[in-house]
């Protein structure tokens, strides 16, 4: 895929770079331009009316029609290929250095604008396909149908000089890929104890006995906390966007490193016990020397990384040049002539002219050629003409004389496939519509490009992509095996049938510790990224409850997450204290709506007992751990309320079947709600605020459950 970091500026194009290899590359196209016919002419026909038209008061003196093109003329594209080969020599100094690739630009879609304006001065109506291609130049048609003033001034401008009065403007989005962001963060711990102790004991015969003892001990802790972040901004984001992004990848780091510390926090060295006596009186030993030194040390890494593929939008525009001052394929001048006419507006007027492109890749689909079979069918000179294309760049044009101001006409499109023996021919199709455009959709192919979205292989090595798709004459079912050094397909099936359902995606990850994640999808887009299979996440929260200051001292939880159907499971362990009395527990997950979350809690009181609870399954996101209370009592405090926006506010509060109603009006102070809890009820409860605005509008939040002993009001925005 493009690299948008990858970057370069050869013979005024922008070339980047891929990110998967050194010698591939895809080259800007510069500026619009006059599409070509097959012969080798301008896509272009000026037309001056022989009278003014008049309609609703307006005037028209003629119009233009054209066909713009967006690609690297062949030429320009061979200079560069060559300047890329030097290059890649020189990088390869001494070996053989890879043959230089140009990809085309993978556009996703794009409109195109002309700069003049409807209704204007000079311009009175613009009819145009409005978007490009997509394949191939990136052709697009239009029709203007220009002012007395204005077709004097086009024919002057389009016939001399070397740039014409028409701007054009190409916005187009394509796929590429950022810089790698990363983040990481370390924990880094160390605990040192050291005990000496040397008792020397002296038996006298003539004298009283001696004992001398001698005891030191020393204590030393570090702990060292890291983070590191490298953010790539997003360029289709806004700042805010990107803002939000970065607080997520911090936080996430954040919370796997807190809960990777928690797994690995130093246990307190016990101190040595300086008692002798089992030494002395047991084993008879009198003279004892002791050194005694531990150590623990403790290091955490985690680490993130990820390369988004964005869509980017590039812009190309530019005036187009004089039809004079262009060449032929024979390098002679183009003649203004070729390209104008002075019509008798009578006959012109009794004409319908109809524009056809096939957008398609045909290089790149098992499509030979399509026929059209264009039909205007009314009055003495009805008339059928059939049109093949082959190309997406073709062009074709129909034109029949009106009768009775009629103007529909039927298309039918027939389909003729590589190495088949059937072929797709549609319905006839009644339009009014002369800017006719034949999508590839239409046409009875499945197209689809499956490159790497999201997704590291280092933890998921192989990924299984099947792709089905069975509302076609020929159902689709294929199978591709994406690792990293096979990370791009390209699927091209015949389906005999216009392709207007999902397509159906089954993904099996097999992760580097051999387990295997499953994951379905739906889509109709005709890129496929593959993202890593961890696309949610799940949030557990546990909460202490209890005296944490004086009767506990800590609650220490051991949770698990298991994902049966996915063979994938996650765990914790965490304590709680008066130092942190909550703590979320946050994971990446296959699917938030499966697994099961099993805890199991163990509190040690201030008098050094301690309790075991057996494991649970929990039932809800927060779950509550430590000495139940007995009472739930909630403060509601209105302190932040500005009184010259409200007139009253009303707080509901209710738990189980009890309720009660408080309601605040300027000068009240706080007000609480206090009620006994039986065994084995959590202290939660849910909340309804109304607030009444000086206005008379009101503004109401909630139901919502909370856990929260005290509860601030403030008016949201």
């Known amino acids: 895929m493009l690299k948008i970091d990858n970057v370069d500026t050869i013979l005024d194009h922008v070339v980047y770079g891929d990110d998967a290899n050194d010698f591939t590359y895809y080259i800007m196209p510069n500026t619009p331009n006059f599409a070509r016919m097959a012969s080798g002419g301008l896509a272009l026909r000026f037309?001056?009316?022989?009278?003014?038209?008049?309609?609703?008061?307006?005037?028209?003196?003629?119009?233009?029609?054209?066909?713009?093109?967006?690609?690297?003329?062949?030429?320009?594209?061979?200079?560069?290929?060559?300047?890329?080969?030097?290059?890649?020599?020189?990088?390869?100094?001494?070996?053989?250095?890879?043959?230089?690739?140009?990809?085309?630009?993978?556009?996703?879609?794009g409109t195109v604008e002309l700069l003049l304006t409807e209704g204007g001065a000079l311009v009175e109506k613009i009819r145009g396909a409005g978007k490009p291609s997509i394949y191939g130049k990136n052709v697009a048609s239009f029709m203007v149908e220009l002012t007395e003033l204005g077709t004097a001034?086009?024919?002057?401008?389009?016939?001399?000089?070397?740039?014409?009065?028409?701007?054009?403007?190409?916005?187009?989005?394509?796929?590429?890929?950022?810089?790698?962001m990363k983040a990481w963060g370390t924990w880094n711990a160390s605990e040192f104890y050291s005990f000496f102790q040397d008792i020397n004991t002296e038996d006298n015969v003539w004298r009283e006995d001696s004992y001398t003892e001698v005891i030191s001990s020393s204590r030393w802790k570090n702990d060292i906390t890291k983070t590191h972040f490298e953010f790539v901004q997003a360029p289709n984001l806004s700042a805010e966007d990107n803002a939000k992004l970065e607080a997520d990848i911090r936080a996430i780091i954040n919370k796997q490193l807190e809960a990777a510390v928690q797994r690995n926090l130093l246990k307190e060295i016990a101190d040595v016990d300086p008692n002798t006596k089992d030494l002395r009186e047991e084993q008879d030993i009198e003279d004892i020397r002791r050194t005694i030194n531990k150590s623990q040390i403790a290091n955490v890494r985690v680490e993130w990384s990820e390369a988004k593929a964005v869509i980017v939008n590039r812009n190309p525009q530019g005036m187009l040049p004089t039809i004079t001052s262009l060449t032929d394929d024979k390098k002679k001048p183009l003649k203004w002539e070729d390209y104008y006419s002075k019509i008798n507006l009578d006959e012109f007027l009794k004409t319908v002219q109809v524009v056809m492109r096939v957008n398609a890749d045909f290089a790149n689909l098992p499509i030979h050629s399509v026929e059209v079979k264009i039909r205007y069918p009314y009055g003495p000179n009805k008339k059928v003409q059939e049109f093949v294309f082959t190309k997406p760049d073709d062009v074709a044009k129909f034109e029949a004389f009106v009768f009775e101001g009629k103007r529909d006409f039927t298309y039918q499109v027939t389909v003729n496939y590589k190495g088949a023996t059937f072929k797709q021919v549609s319905e006839e199709i009644k339009t009014d519509d002369t800017n006719l455009t034949i999508n590839v959709d239409d046409l009875g192919v499945l197209a689809l490009d499956i490159g790497p979205g999201d997704i590291d292989f280092a933890q998921v090595p192989r990924t299984q992509i099947t792709v089905r798709y069975k509302h076609g004459k020929q159902p689709v079912e294929a199978k591709f095996n994406m690792t990293a050094a096979t990370p791009n397909f390209a699927l091209r099936k015949i389906i005999g049938t216009p392709r207007t359902e999902d397509i159906d995606l089954e993904f099996l990850y097999t992760l580097a510790d051999g387990r295997q994640v499953k994951k379905l999808a739906k889509q109709q887009a005709k890129e496929l990224y593959v993202d890593d299979p961890f696309s949610a996440s799940k949030t557990v929260s546990f909460r202490a409850a209890g005296d944490l200051s004086a009767e506990i001292a800590s609650i220490t939880v051991e949770a698990s997450y298991t994902d049966t159907a996915n063979k994938y499971n996650q765990k914790t362990i965490v304590t709680l204290s008066s130092d942190m009395t909550s703590f979320d527990w946050t994971f990446p997950v296959v699917d938030e709506t499966l697994g099961e979350v099993k805890y199991a809690v163990t509190t040690l009181f201030a008098d050094g007992t301690s309790?075991?609870?057996?494991?649970?399954?929990?039932?809800?996101?927060?779950?509550?751990?430590?000495?139940?209370?007995?009472?739930?009592?909630?403060?509601?405090?209105?302190?932040?309320?500005?009184?010259?926006?409200?007139?009253?506010?009303?707080?509901?509060?209710?738990?189980?079947?009890?309720?009660?109603?408080?309601?605040?009006?300027?000068?009240?102070?706080?007000?609480?709600?206090?009620?006994?809890?039986?065994d084995g009820e959590e202290p939660?409860?849910?909340a309804t605020i109304t607030y009444f605005l000086t206005d008379g509008k009101r503004k109401v939040v909630g139901p919502e459950t909370k856990t929260d002993l005290s509860l601030f009001l403030e008016l949201p925005a």
Not at 617 to 633: N, Q
Not at 655 to 678: A, N, V
């Open 153 to 180: 001034i086009f024919k002057e401008t389009l016939s001399t000089g070397s740039a014409s009065a028409v701007q054009v403007v190409y916005k187009m989005n394509c796929y590429m890929r950022l810089p790698e």
């Open 684 to 686: 939660e409860y849910k």
């Open 47 to 109: 037309v001056e009316y022989g009278q003014i038209r008049e309609d609703g008061g307006k005037k028209f003196g003629g119009f233009i029609a054209f066909d713009t093109e967006l690609a690297v003329a062949a030429d320009v594209q061979t200079k560069i290929t060559a300047e890329l080969q030097k290059k890649l020599a020189e990088k390869y100094k001494g070996k053989n250095a890879p043959k230089v690739a140009i990809a085309p630009v993978t556009w996703t879609d």
């Open 611 to 678: 309790k075991e609870e057996n494991e649970k399954v929990a039932t809800r996101s927060t779950i509550m751990v430590g000495k139940k209370l007995d009472a739930l009592e909630v403060a509601v405090v209105p302190d932040l309320l500005n009184w010259d926006e409200l007139k009253m506010v009303s707080v509901a509060l209710s738990h189980g079947t009890k309720r009660i109603d408080l309601r605040f009006k300027p000068g009240d102070e706080e007000k609480s709600w206090k009620l006994p809890l039986t």
